[in-house]
């Protein structure tokens, strides 16, 4: 089975702290993707990487970064939390381009900044 | 411009009765379609998707869904709800020369005993 581990569940964070959300696939899939996820808005997409050290900005990329050092691991990263930031984020990776096949999904963590 | 629109945010049946969740799509090129399902406190599963094959999807859990071009719909449909399948159901639109997803709002599908 495809396995997408994100490493923290829940997380509490203050204003202005830095913040690392991990991801790990073990299927060896190329292309990785951030995600946020807020009520009435489904998922929308903050950076992707479809190699190691590629990232492209997604839809909402302001105020985050990413690092993509090896294959298996794609991070996130809120350089200065604030309180809009509160979400859920959820890392998928695919074996290709993300149009026809089917995404593999981390169960989620959710970040809520005071 | 690809889009996705989820006509419902909230769906409430009894166990044993029929599932419609709605999805209209709007897209230049040929699209790739799908349904993701959320369970509570879980990642997304893909339960079906549409890649211009046979227009009539059959996923898993007894899920199937429609693709027709004429009314830009993709809806999602299950003959009989069974209370596992509460849960939180997504519809997605590939953007076919970026391969980027677009994700619906979301319906919530509460199952009644």
Request: charged content about 20%.
């Amino acid at each position: 089975d495809v396995k997408v581990t994100q490493s923290s569940r829940y997380l509490v964070k203050r204003t202005g702290e830095k913040v690392f959300l991990e991801c790990v696939q073990d299927m060896d899939h190329e292309n990785m993707f951030w995600y946020r996820q807020d009520p009435g808005l489904g998922l929308r997409l903050i950076y992707f990487s479809y190699d190691v050290k590629m990232k492209e900005k997604g839809d909402i990329p302001e105020g985050y970064s990413v690092s993509r050092e090896k294959k298996e691991r794609f991070s996130l990263i809120l350089e200065s939390a604030s309180t809009n930031q509160t979400s859920m984020y959820l890392c998928a990776s695919i074996v290709g381009a993300s149009g026809t096949g089917e995404l593999f999904f981390g169960e989620g963590s959710r970040l809520t900044v005071l | 411009a690809q889009s996705v629109t989820q006509l419902d945010s909230h769906v409430s049946v009894s166990e044993g009765t029929p599932v419609l969740l709605r999805c209209n799509y709007s897209s230049s090129y040929s699209p790739s379609l799908f349904w993701y399902v959320q369970h509570p406190n879980k990642g997304l599963q893909l339960l079906l998707k549409y890649t211009s094959a046979a227009t009539l999807v059959k996923g898993i859990n007894g899920f199937e869904a429609e693709f027709k071009k004429s009314e830009t719909s993709f809806h999602l449909t299950k003959p009989s709800a069974h209370m596992s399948d509460a849960a939180e159901y997504f519809c997605v639109v590939s953007i076919s020369n970026t391969g980027k997803l677009i994700f619906g709002q979301g319906t919530t599908l509460q199952v009644k005993p």
